[in-house]
T-cell receptor, first 109, second 116 residues
Framework: KNEVEQSPQNLTAQEGEFITINCSYS?????LHWLQQHPGGGIVSLFMLSSGKKKHGRLIATINIQEKHSSLHITASHPRDSAVYICAVSKGGIWDMRFGAGTRLTVKP | GAGVSQSPRYKVAKRGQDVALRCDPISGHVSLFWYQQALGQGPEFLTYFQNEAQLDKSGLPSDRFFAERPEGSVSTLKIQRTQQEDSAVYLC??????????????FGEGSRLTVL
């Protein structure tokens, strides 16, 4: 079993819909990261969090340490949000990161 | 440059060829990581440098893989005698903090290697 599991694997939404991507992990962590990967490979860090909730524009990330679960929400989705969203956890420092397989999001106009 | 730069972006190699992939991290970043990402999968750790020291190479899949960062800035990942299973995107990431710290990773665009 992978240490980091994401669901769903693939997600298709209509523009404007509220989107939730889930991440569960099985190890103790120091931080959880949400990353965005566009076609072509480049990865951008969206959030790093160790507790609670963070918000940046239309993106919201939450984490429940007790349940070992995090969610990434996108409000008012737009076609430019189409990308692969990857959850990663740091077991100790950034040296020891484990990545989920990613959720491929497609937002249709 | 402003971000992590990798070259080449795309490389097609014949089986058995040697390849070299370059990573130019953000200036001043202490930590540098190489990851291998197979199609449809998340990145898998290959190796970690703190400045010029290679502190962890446990993720390198075989002795055909070699990485260096001789002056603590630019790094090169070399793959000798490439095999088809080496086909993947190779991602480089750097960070201002050392590997034991908690901080943001900055990724390059990746080098997509296809071995025929």
């Amino acid at each position: 079993k992978n240490e980091v599991e994401q669901s769903p694997q693939n997600l298709t939404a209509q523009e404007g819909e509220f989107i939730t991507i889930n991440c569960s992990y099985s190890v103790g962590i120091s931080a959880l990261h949400w990353l965005q990967q566009h076609p072509g490979g480049g990865i951008v860090s969206l959030f790093m969090l160790s507790s609670g909730k963070k918000k940046h524009g239309r993106l919201i990330a939450t984490i429940n340490i007790q349940e070992k679960h995090s969610s990434l929400h996108i409000t008012a989705s737009h076609p430019r949000d189409s990308a692969v969203y990857i959850c990663a956890v740091s077991k100790g420092g950034i040296w020891d990161m484990r990545f989920g397989a990613g959720t491929r999001l497609t937002v249709k106009p | 440059g402003a971000g992590v730069s990798q070259s080449p972006r795309y490389k097609v190699a014949k089986r058995g060829q040697d390849v070299a992939l370059r990573c130019d991290p953000i200036s001043g970043h202490v930590s540098l990581f190489w990851y291998q990402q197979a199609l449809g999968q998340g990145p898998e750790f290959l190796t970690y440098f703190q400045n010029e020291a290679q502190l962890d190479k446990s993720g390198l899949p075989s002795d055909r893989f070699f990485a260096e960062r001789p002056e603590g800035s630019v790094s090169t990942l070399k793959i000798q005698r490439t095999q088809q299973e080496d086909s993947a995107v190779y991602l480089c990431a750097s960070s201002l903090v050392s590997g034991g710290g908690s901080g943001e990773l900055f990724f390059g665009e990746g080098s997509r290697l296809t071995v025929l």
